[in-house]
């Protein structure tokens, strides 16, 4: 198995339901920096919330930020479920 590989279909039972817990991750992630953003910018229509809207903001972009990390773990874990001989194989080459 390839790092970032895009069907994971091929996979047992195992290996698809760990892609799957990830994807909810991911998107769950994804959904919860997009809510900060919009309630960060709602909140800078009014200058007493200016502040609270500006944390918002950064907690959306550490959101963001965790993203990559999520991904990445999901691609070593899947990895490792994989053939790793094939996979130093493809390292070497």
Same mark, same amino acid.
């Given at each position: 198995?390839?790092?970032? =590989? ?7 039972? =195992?290996?698809?339901? +760990?892609y799957?817990? %990830?994807?909810?991750?991911y ?9 900060? %953003?919009?309630?960060?910018?709602? %909140?800078?229509f009014f200058?007493s ?6 944390? +918002? ?8 930020? +965790? ?6 773990w999901?691609?070593l ?11 130093? =194989?493809?390292? =070497?080459?």
């Open positions: 198995m390839r790092l970032f =590989e895009r069907d994971h279909r091929q996979g047992g039972a =195992e290996k698809r339901r +760990l799957a817990a %990830f994807e909810i991750a998107t769950a992630v994804d959904f919860l920096a997009a809510v900060l %953003f919009v309630i960060g910018s709602v %909140f800078f200058d919330l200016m502040t609270a809207g500006t944390w +918002l903001f950064l907690a959306g972009s550490l959101c963001f930020a +965790l993203k990559p990390p999520i991904r990445l999901r691609e874990r899947l990895a490792r479920m994989g053939d790793t001989e094939q996979l130093a =194989e493809r390292a =070497e080459g």
